[in-house]
């Protein structure tokens, strides 16, 4: 069922919504269960507090967007776009990300579990502060992305370009990097504690200076 997008509505329980263009906008504090989004862009707005369930996002757009403290559980997001924006503080639990743009943006302090990340291009994006737990990267492709005191447990990078990424001070727990480039990448006083490397040259790294292996 198509949904109208009215401002005193807050709960959208396997409805559509679609071809929505805010301006300035605020969609925060939704519950969307069952339910799609898309080709939906937003720009210099707010969309706080959001909590999904089992629900898909196709082609959501964000610009200049106050997005923070959302909660999203099984969740599908195809050709997400993120600039200037903060989704900080939120919570990933069994979500896939399909073809991510991101750049310019922070996912700072959030929570991602059983998560599947595949074909995103990612740049200038900071997740430090991040939790992974039983996650996994497919063919990512970033430059210059954050991890700064992030913790990564189970944890998969197969396939990645991994170009200037910040690891600094980050603890990877029975995680595996396949087949991954990691020019330049930095992982000053990064922990491991039975991470495997295939395929992979840590060489290529910039900074491996008081690292740990456990």
């Not at 210099?44 to 898909?56: E, F, I, M, P």
């Not at 039983?134 to 447990?153: A, G, I, K, M």
């Not at 690891?167 to 396949?178: L, V």
Request: neutral net charge; charged residues 20%; aromatic residues 14%.
């Amino acid at each position: 069922m198509e949904a109208s997008l009215n401002q005193d509505r807050t709960i959208f329980i396997q409805e559509t919504i679609s071809g929505t263009n805010l301006m300035q906008g605020d969609f925060s504090n939704r519950r969307l269960i069952g339910s799609t989004v898309q080709s939906f862009k937003m720009q210099d707005g707010r969309c706080r507090y959001l909590r999904a369930q089992g629900t898909r996002f196709q082609n959501f757009s964000i610009d200049h967007v106050l997005c923070d403290q959302g909660n999203y559980q099984d969740c599908a997001w195809s050709g997400l776009e993120v600039r200037n924006s903060f989704l900080t503080g939120s919570h990933f639990s069994g979500c896939t990300f399909e073809a991510t743009m991101g750049e310019l943006s922070s996912f700072g302090l959030s929570f991602f579990s059983d998560c599947k990340l595949q074909g995103s291009r990612l740049s200038e994006v900071s997740f430090s502060g991040t939790w992974w737990k039983n996650c996994w990267f497919e063919q990512e492709d970033y430059f210059f992305v954050r991890f700064p005191s992030s913790v990564f447990l189970e944890t998969r990078f197969v396939g990645c370009r991994l170009q200037k990424v910040i690891f600094r001070e980050a603890t990877f727990i029975r995680c595996s990097f396949e087949k991954c480039t990691l020019n330049e990448s930095v992982f000053h006083k990064a922990r491991f504690i039975d991470t495997q490397w295939i395929d992979t040259d840590m060489q290529q790294a910039a900074n491996l200076k008081e690292i740990r292996y456990d």
